[in-house]
């Protein structure tokens, strides 16, 4: 059964950093892309990240790009989403997403909340 | 960036009954363009990919449909699990953008 979890979120005041994690599994995780997508609270989706199965090709969306850096350790089947700098614009769900046909996400993490406030 | 005008917002509608979304994207995007449903406090969930391709698991009474720039998503017949919020999403180029959403309530 494919499974992702993600991990890390928390409360953190504005200019501080938070390391998300995601842990992949029932897949062969080296070889599927992967998205790192968000959802403040009662809005819409937003995309934030992608990175390649080969960690070659990195996207971020222009709110994110500068302060969050995606990663991946395909010996850990794990994603990480490494968050600096945060506002309080960055509050919201952040889940982790798997790359299907049509670059959609068939699988999607069950989310972590990350709450940046003072 | 491609924008996704997702409509309508919100509509109101009866088991049994016909529902329709619509996407439009602003400039090309072929077929790159998915569907997923959400309930509240879960993750999204694919519904259509590729503009028509039902996700395996999903019932046949979804379907999605393309014209040009503009997209479609039809429930032929509500039932009462279907009772949520749905997305399209554009995947044709960076960045991945989402429509506005459609909240489908009972009427």
């Known amino acids: 059964e494919v499974q992702l979890v993600e991990s890390g979120g928390g409360l953190v005041q504005p200019g501080g950093s938070l390391r998300l994690s995601c842990a992949a599994s029932?897949?062969?995780?080296?070889?599927?892309?992967m998205n790192w997508v968000r959802q403040a609270p009662g809005k819409g989706l937003e995309w934030v990240s992608y990175?390649?199965?080969?960690?070659?090709?990195?996207y971020y969306a222009d709110s994110v790009k500068g302060r969050f850096t995606i990663s991946r350790d395909n010996a850990k089947n794990s994603l990480y989403l490494q968050m600096n700098s945060l506002r309080a614009e960055d509050t919201a769900v952040y889940y982790c997403?798997?790359?299907?046909?049509?670059?959609?996400?068939?699988?999607w993490g069950q989310g972590t909340l990350v709450t940046v406030s003072s | 960036d491609i924008q996704m005008t997702q409509s309508p917002a919100s509509l109101s509608a009866s088991v049994g009954d016909r529902v329709t979304i619509t996407c439009r994207a602003s400039?090309?995007?072929?077929?790159?363009l998915n569907w997923y449903q959400q309930k509240p406090g879960k993750a999204p969930k694919l519904l259509i990919y590729?503009?028509?391709s039902l996700q395996s698991g999903v019932p046949s009474r979804f379907s999605g449909s393309r014209s040009g720039t503009d997209f479609t998503l039809t429930i032929s017949s509500l039932q009462p699990e279907d009772f949520a919020t749905y997305y399209c999403?554009?995947?044709?180029?960076?960045?991945?953008?989402f429509g506005q959403g459609t909240k489908v309530e009972i009427k």
């Open positions: 029932g897949f062969t995780f080296s070889t599927y892309n």
């Open positions: 400039q090309s995007i072929s077929i790159y």
């Open positions: 999403q554009q995947s044709y180029s960076y960045p991945q953008t």
């Open positions: 997403a798997r790359e299907y046909r049509s670059l959609s996400a068939d699988y």
């Open positions: 990175i390649s199965s080969s960690r070659s090709t990195i």
């Open positions: 590729a503009a028509s």
